[in-house]
DNA sequence: GAAGTCACG
DNA sequence: ACGTACGTGACTTCA
């Protein structure tokens, strides 16, 4: 990466080094200045400034430094107005222990000890029930002078737009942790039929909202966006925070889950509690509130307290491990915004959706006949082993293949290839298919995910699933709505604004391709980008010397298989052509764009060294695959190699719009924009209709501008938009 | 719970 | 010799 801090002054022989380097190199921030008595201060202050890799740890190191006026800030600096206690909280954030100690005195450090204590046991009947007002008060108090708190929520549901608030866990050091039941025995029928003591729900709130929303304490949480949601949902914000979900994500990713009780097992050779344990399973399962408030305070009260504890684990990791950037620059500061996506969610049309069902229902049944039909007798459709011994036995067709199960293969590709052939049964199976998917998975599931007291649907967005940096997206998936099909179509029309407002949807146009373009160093695809050229065509060109609806959609097919990671036998089954032939098409792609020949061997090479490959914002993917017992094993991790940085650094760059856009957005005065949906590429909003055409460009400018000033592209980002009464008008 | 299938980027 | 692209989540059937 080209950022660098030339010729720091004072520190000789370090050469150009990123401040997080010069990090690294030193330990802490106590360290540079260590190495560099002689600084000249206000000089490596501005050096820092224009060139380090975090613009908010140069600010600090600027006010450390320099003790003078800051200079404005770069970059996220501009979001955000400091936090009361900024240098305290920002070195506390960053683990910078020693120089903490030497600032604020032992006790303001002692929640990160240089060295973990291993000797501290879980033991459950130390944890706290807090019913009296006063021992309440005494956890806050000893909140505040910890500096910091592990905070959890048990409520009565896994969805945390319904969900009704149980208690609250605290943790202000290892074995030290209480609950908090605020909503026990709220007319349950067998273990809990009354209330019992508990302090009053809004008293708690009331009292805990200060010490949540104080700059000078760091809340710490396992998935804080739900404990996000739940907070916000009575009004407060809870800042600053750390999440040791996100905080194994970004140092461990492909490593393992980044669940809790996994996280436990890993790094505190601890078994939680299980919630199944707790709860039961099944048609046997309550929910935490009818669970008797002793047990329930072992669980939950473990919970920080295991929380606390992987912090102390995984925070020190990170300005080490992680080159600090993607935690600190987009998964950390996203969770409020994805928070804030869930809570709006989007507007259905439930009546539009039920006319499909019943539209797609008689379809369905006329294609079953005809099946049964042309199949000589009924039997379950739905049935893959079924279907492909009517198919491949009973009607005797052609080229059936078992796979290892030993059952006859009977995807979509394989129904395609006989419908061509001209078997009629196959066309009919797969318009069956079509419906009955269209149908079981959206029309129908998806009235039923429609919130009563919002009539909106809200999505969970997970952070820490994906091993690229990817969102996910269930309960439902909003990220697999339907557009490819004609029939699918018309189930993203019936995702709405309400009156007087619009979707807006914003994508970015192929920007894995633009990605790769860029990290590959490709000259002629950066200026076919440059030029806004169509990039298809211009891959044609060079392969084939001709550009026709044929070569044109070879060359698509191509191009995808460079970002999947080539092997001749993919993209021969792809382009039905011989193995021979699709090498003979890679070597020339090959020949024409070295670079990206280049690029392949050199992340393969990375991979195998370090176990890792990384995106441009240092993501890291590990992908263990690489030293796997057979070759496909590790192809495999090869192909994973290629994809992972361009699909991640996609990841990244939409990730850090999401952040900047609602800043941007009430700059410029447009509060009543909100941002509703990611789906990789692309960002939908609700907004009024006479706000469309100020929110275009703020929108454009945010997603177009997003890798800056961390990444410099060599190609432009570009963004389509468009705005309708439904997300399939605004297509 | 695994396998097969298919919806999306 | 190996193998039919990368990343997801939901639904259905069946053991």
């Given at each position: 990466?080209?950022?660098?801090?030339?010729?720091?002054?004072?520190?000789?022989?370090?050469?150009?080094?990123?401040?997080?380097?010069?990090?690294?190199?030193?330990?802490?921030?106590?360290?540079?200045?260590?190495?560099?008595?002689?600084?000249?201060?206000?000089?490596?202050?501005?050096?820092?400034i224009?060139?380090a890799d975090n613009a908010r740890?140069s600010r600090?190191?600027?006010?450390?430094?320099?003790?003078?006026?800051?200079?404005q800030p770069l970059d996220e600096l501009a979001l955000?107005?400091?936090?009361?206690?900024?240098?305290?909280?920002?070195?506390?954030?960053?683990?910078?222990?020693?120089?903490?100690?030497?600032?604020?005195?032992?006790?303001?450090?002692?929640?990160?000890?240089?060295?973990?204590?291993?000797?501290?046991?879980?033991?459950?009947?130390?944890?706290?029930?807090?019913?009296?007002?006063?021992?309440?008060?005494?956890?806050?108090?000893?909140?505040?002078?910890?500096?910091?708190?592990?905070?959890?929520?048990?409520?009565?549901?896994?969805?945390?737009?319904?969900?009704?608030?149980?208690?609250?866990?605290?943790?202000?050091?290892?074995?030290?942790?209480?609950?908090?039941?605020?909503?026990?025995?709220?007319?349950?029928?067998?273990?809990?039929?009354?209330?019992?003591?508990?302090?009053?729900?809004?008293?708690?709130?009331?009292?805990?909202?200060?010490?949540?929303?104080?700059?000078?304490?760091?809340?710490?949480?396992?998935?804080?966006?739900?404990?996000?949601?739940?907070?916000?949902?009575?009004?407060?914000?809870?800042?600053?925070?750390?999440?040791?979900?996100?905080?194994?994500?970004?140092?461990?990713?492909?490593?393992?889950?980044?669940?809790?009780?996994?996280?436990?097992?890993?790094?505190?050779?601890?078994?939680?509690?299980?919630?199944?344990?707790?709860?039961?399973?099944?048609?046997?399962?309550?929910?935490?509130?009818?669970?008797?408030?002793?047990?329930?305070?072992?669980?939950?009260?473990?919970?920080?307290?295991?929380?606390?504890?992987?912090?102390?684990?995984?925070?020190?990791?990170?300005?080490?491990?992680?080159?600090?950037?993607?935690?600190?620059l987009?998964?950390?500061?996203?969770?409020?915004?994805?928070?804030?996506?869930?809570?709006?969610?989007?507007?259905?049309?439930?009546?539009?959706?039920?006319?499909?069902?019943?539209?797609?229902?008689?379809?369905?049944?006329?294609?079953?006949?005809?099946?049964?039909?042309?199949?000589?007798?009924?039997?379950?459709?739905?049935?893959?082993?079924?279907?492909?011994?009517?198919?491949?036995?009973?009607?005797?067709?052609?080229?059936?293949?078992?796979?290892?199960?030993?059952?006859?293969?009977?995807?979509?590709?394989?129904?395609?290839?006989?419908?061509?052939?001209?078997?009629?049964?196959?066309?009919?199976?797969?318009?069956?298919?079509?419906?009955?998917?269209?149908?079981?998975?959206?029309?129908?599931?998806?009235?039923?995910?429609?919130?009563?007291?919002?009539?909106?649907?809200?999505?969970?967005?997970?952070?820490?699933?994906?091993?690229?940096?990817?969102?996910?997206?269930?309960?439902?998936?909003?990220?697999?709505?339907?557009?490819?099909?004609?029939?699918?179509?018309?189930?993203?029309?019936?995702?709405?604004?309400?009156?007087?407002?619009?979707?807006?949807?914003?994508?970015?146009?192929?920007?894995?391709?633009?990605?790769?373009?860029?990290?590959?160093?490709?000259?002629?695809?950066?200026?076919?980008?440059?030029?806004?050229?169509?990039?298809?065509?211009?891959?044609?060109?060079?392969?084939?010397?001709?550009?026709?609806?044929?070569?044109?959609?070879?060359?698509?097919?191509?191009?995808?298989?460079?970002?999947?990671?080539?092997?001749?036998?993919?993209?021969?089954?792809?382009?039905?052509?011989?193995?021979?032939?699709?090498?003979?098409?890679?070597?020339?792609?090959?020949?024409?764009?070295?670079?990206?020949?280049?690029?392949?061997?050199?992340?393969?090479?990375?991979?195998?060294?370090?176990?890792?490959?990384?995106?441009?914002?240092?993501?890291?993917?590990?992908?263990?695959?690489?030293?796997?017992?057979?070759?496909?094993?590790?192809?495999?991790?090869?192909?994973?190699?290629?994809?992972?940085?361009?699909?991640?650094?996609?990841?990244?760059?939409?990730?850090r719009?999401?952040v900047r856009?609602?800043?941007?957005?009430?700059?410029?005065?447009?509060?009543?924009?909100?941002?509703?949906?990611?789906?990789?590429?692309?960002?939908?909003?609700?907004?009024?209709?006479?706000?469309?055409?100020?929110?275009?460009?703020?929108?454009?400018?945010?997603?177009?501008?997003?890798?800056e000033p961390h990444?410099?592209?060599?190609?432009?980002?570009?963004?389509?938009?468009?705005?309708?009464?439904?997300?399939?008008?605004?297509?």
């Open positions: 990466m080209g950022d660098s801090v030339d010729n720091v002054p004072g520190v000789p022989g370090v050469g150009p080094k990123t401040a997080s380097e010069l990090i690294r190199t030193f330990g802490d921030l106590e360290g540079v200045l260590a190495a560099a008595p002689d600084i000249k201060k206000p000089k490596l202050s501005q050096s820092l224009e060139h740890l600090e190191l600027v006010r450390l430094v320099c003790d003078r006026p800051l200079p955000k107005g400091l936090p009361k206690e900024p240098l305290q909280q920002f070195l506390m954030d960053q683990g910078f222990r020693s120089l903490l100690m030497k600032l604020g005195g032992e006790e303001a450090s002692a929640a990160l000890p240089a060295r973990v204590e291993d000797a501290i046991p879980f033991v459950h009947a130390d944890y706290e029930t807090v019913i009296a007002e006063a021992d309440l008060d005494r956890w806050i108090a000893s909140a505040y002078e910890a500096e910091v708190v592990a905070v959890d929520t048990e409520t009565d549901d896994v969805d945390c737009i319904r969900a009704n608030l149980v208690g609250i866990s605290l943790a202000t050091a290892p074995g030290k942790a209480c609950y908090i039941p605020v909503g026990h025995g709220r007319g349950g029928e067998d273990l809990l039929t009354e209330r019992p003591e508990q302090l009053p729900h809004p008293l708690v709130l009331a009292k805990l909202k200060p010490l949540l929303e104080d700059p000078t304490v760091l809340k710490i949480g396992q998935n804080l966006k739900y404990d996000l949601i739940m907070f916000r949902r009575s009004g407060i914000d809870v800042t600053p925070y750390d999440d040791t979900m996100l905080l194994s994500y970004d140092l461990d990713a492909g490593l393992g889950g980044h669940g809790m009780d996994e996280l436990a097992k890993r790094h505190l050779d601890h078994a939680c509690i299980e919630f199944k344990d707790v709860c039961g399973t099944g048609k046997n399962q309550v929910s935490f509130d009818m669970v008797p408030i002793d047990r329930a305070t072992e669980y939950a009260a473990e919970d920080a307290d295991v929380t606390l504890r992987l912090w102390q684990r995984l925070k020190p990791r990170l300005v080490p491990e992680a080159g600090n950037r993607v935690y600190e987009v998964d950390r500061p996203l969770v409020p915004v994805l928070a804030e996506m869930e809570r709006a969610g989007i507007l259905v049309d439930r009546e539009e959706l039920h006319r499909l069902s019943t539209q797609f229902g008689e379809e369905i049944i006329r294609l079953e006949a005809e099946v049964h039909e042309a199949a000589g007798g009924p039997f379950t459709i739905g049935s893959p082993k079924q279907l492909g011994e009517v198919l491949f036995d009973r009607l005797g067709l052609a080229g059936g293949r078992k796979g290892k199960s030993g059952v006859y293969s009977t995807d979509v590709n394989e129904l395609e290839r006989l419908a061509g052939e001209g078997v009629a049964v196959a066309r009919l199976v797969l318009d069956w298919r079509q419906l009955t998917k269209l149908k079981s998975t959206y029309t129908d599931a998806l009235q039923q995910q429609i919130n009563p007291a919002t009539d909106r649907v809200h999505t969970c967005f997970s952070l820490a699933v994906a091993q690229t940096g990817r969102l996910s997206s269930t309960d439902p998936n909003l990220q697999n709505i339907p557009i490819r099909s004609e029939h699918g179509r018309r189930i993203r029309h019936a995702f709405v604004a309400p009156p007087g407002h619009v979707l807006l949807s914003a994508d970015y146009s192929q920007i894995e391709l633009r990605l790769a373009a860029h990290m590959a160093d490709v000259p002629q695809l950066r200026a076919a980008f440059a030029q806004g050229q169509d990039i298809h065509n211009l891959t044609a060109e060079e392969l084939f010397g001709v550009i026709d609806r044929d070569t044109r959609a070879k060359a698509k097919t191509i191009n995808f298989a460079i970002l999947y990671g080539i092997s001749s036998w993919g993209l021969a089954g792809r382009l039905g052509v011989d193995r021979g032939e699709a090498q003979a098409i890679i070597d020339r792609y090959f020949d024409r764009f070295p670079g990206v020949k280049n690029y392949m061997a050199e992340t393969i090479n990375q991979l195998r060294e370090k176990g890792f490959v990384t995106t441009l914002f240092g993501r890291k993917t590990h992908l263990p695959g690489i030293k796997g017992k057979t070759v496909g094993e590790r192809q495999s991790a090869e192909r994973q190699a290629i994809n992972a940085p361009i699909q991640g650094t996609s990841a990244d760059i939409i990730k719009a999401m856009i609602g800043p941007a957005l009430e700059a410029a005065g447009l509060d009543k924009v909100r941002m509703l949906l990611q789906v990789h590429d692309e960002l939908v909003f609700e907004l009024p209709e006479g706000d469309v055409e100020a929110a275009k460009p703020v929108i454009e400018r945010v997603m177009a501008e997003a890798a990444v410099k592209l060599s190609v432009p980002l570009g963004i389509e938009m468009g705005a309708g009464r439904s997300w399939g008008d605004a297509h």
